[in-house]
């Protein structure tokens, strides 16, 4: 099993930036994929960005591209999610996630077996 928790969630104002950190425990040697994704209320969860542990491989959905940058700290078994020049559109809950089966980074919620709890983005106008 593997645990993942999510910080860092806050109401901020159009053009400002927040660093979303998702601590893992458990298994986290066998976890080879982890991304972040978010949902906003009545839409489907939609893939943020993406990376490889090892690797540090990153991808990032268009829609984030060049605003928000993936990252990691290996010995601390931490994801990040910076995300600059925030815009009300990327209001949602935002959701961290993990792989055991996949080593190519996916976009697909299904392809991920473990999601920490959600933490709140709201972006004013």
């Known amino acids: 099993q593997v645990q993942l928790v999510e910080s860092g969630g806050g109401l901020v104002q159009a053009g400002g930036s927040l660093r979303l950190s998702c601590a893992a425990s458990?298994?986290?040697?066998?976890?080879?994929?982890m991304g972040w994704f978010r949902q906003a209320p009545g839409k489907e969860r939609e893939f943020v960005a993406g990376?490889?542990?090892?690797?540090?491989?990153?991808f990032h959905a268009a829609s984030v591209k060049g605003r928000f940058t993936i990252s990691r700290d290996v010995a601390k078994n931490t994801l990040y999610l910076q995300m600059n020049s925030l815009k009300p559109e990327d209001t949602a809950v935002y959701y961290c996630?993990?792989?055991?089966?996949?080593?190519?980074?996916?976009?697909?919620?299904?392809?991920?077996?473990?999601w920490g709890q959600g933490t709140q983005v709201t972006v004013s106008s």
């Open positions: 990376l490889t542990w090892r690797g540090g491989n990153l």
């Open positions: 996630s993990a792989s055991e089966s996949r080593t190519i980074i996916t976009t697909m919620p299904n392809g991920y077996a473990y």
């Open positions: 458990g298994r986290t040697a066998s976890t080879y994929v």
